[in-house]
């Protein structure tokens, strides 16, 4: 009895030693095989092959991981992309002015041309577009690093505003354009009241600019809950449905001529980005033929 006992012990430690390595092999290999993917993943993506596709066959905590890295991997694509395109529109908008300043000067230094005030004054003109574009990328990649020191004071938005809409004054009367302001007193925001400037301005001269003789443009401010709105509309031609969504885009015009003489095509890029530097927040509204809207949303005053 007792050697069958012994027998019986054996045969049942080795069943359960050879159960316990088949379960252990194929548990280790259930875990590690989704490692070394995720592994062999992560080695792609470091060396920039952002778009390299990770299987994702499961619900536990290795499958969210996945998940989650996958995720990542797109969001690196979609910045990669989006730097190239930048670096390319940055090269397109500079190429023209270059290209005017250089060949204006090849021209005068090689005898095609005689030099004369019309065709000189065509270099500081390029010249001082070169400099404001530069500016313009400066501002926009600062507030978008959120590094774009801002020197908020608590500011009352009727007077402001009036004073804003008063020194605009002159411009709207030579277009025959009404311009009406809507500001109730009481209303007051933290904010940097040069680049706030900076914003409005930006919106008014474009309701100007695309608001036809006898047109109005009207510049509104209203309490909404712990947020001040402020609100750009005019009575022009509207914008297209489908361009609204990219209307805050670097260097977009759409099917339109947006931009006018001299900009540099960043204006609402950085209008969008002082905003939310600010803590607030744009959007745009429009319906061809009836005029467009802009609303920016700030918070008030505590």
Request: hydrophobic share 45%; proline share 5%.
């Amino acid at each position: 009895f007792g050697e069958r006992l012994q027998m019986a012990l054996w045969a049942a430690g080795v069943l359960a030693g050879g159960l316990t390595l088949l379960l252990g092999g194929w548990f280790v290999a259930h875990l590690v095989r989704p490692i070394h993917a995720l592994e062999r993943s992560a080695q792609r993506v470091g060396r920039g092959e952002f778009d390299t596709p990770l299987p994702v066959g499961r619900a536990d905590e290795l499958g969210q991981l996945a998940r989650t890295f996958s995720e990542m991997a797109g969001a690196l694509a979609a910045a990669q992309r989006a730097r190239r395109q930048m670096v390319a529109d940055i090269a397109h908008e500079l190429r023209t002015p270059l290209a005017v300043i250089q060949g204006n000067l090849e021209a005068m230094a090689d005898g095609v041309v005689e030099p004369s005030p019309d065709r000189l004054s065509s270099i500081p003109t390029e010249a001082l577009l070169l400099g404001r574009l530069v500016e313009d990328l400066r501002t926009l990649s600062l507030a978008e690093a959120d590094e774009l020191a801002l020197e908020r004071e608590r500011l009352a938005l009727a007077p402001w505003l009036d004073a804003l809409a008063t020194s605009l004054a002159p411009s709207f009367e030579a277009a025959e354009v009404a311009l009406a302001l809507e500001a109730p007193p009481g209303l007051t925001v933290e904010a940097d009241p040069n680049r706030l400037r900076q914003v409005v301005l930006n919106l008014l001269t474009n309701a100007l600019q695309h608001t036809p003789r006898g047109g109005r443009v009207t510049l509104r401010a209203a309490a909404q809950g712990e947020h001040v709105a402020v609100e750009v509309q005019d009575t022009g031609s509207g914008i297209p449905a489908d361009e609204l969504d990219h209307l805050f885009d670097r260097f977009y015009r759409g099917r339109r001529a947006r931009l006018r003489e001299g900009s540099t095509g960043l204006g609402l890029a950085i209008v969008k980005a002082l905003v939310e530097a600010h803590g607030g927040a744009v959007a745009a509204a429009s319906r061809p033929g009836e005029g467009t809207t802009f609303r920016l949303t700030l918070p008030r005053a505590s």
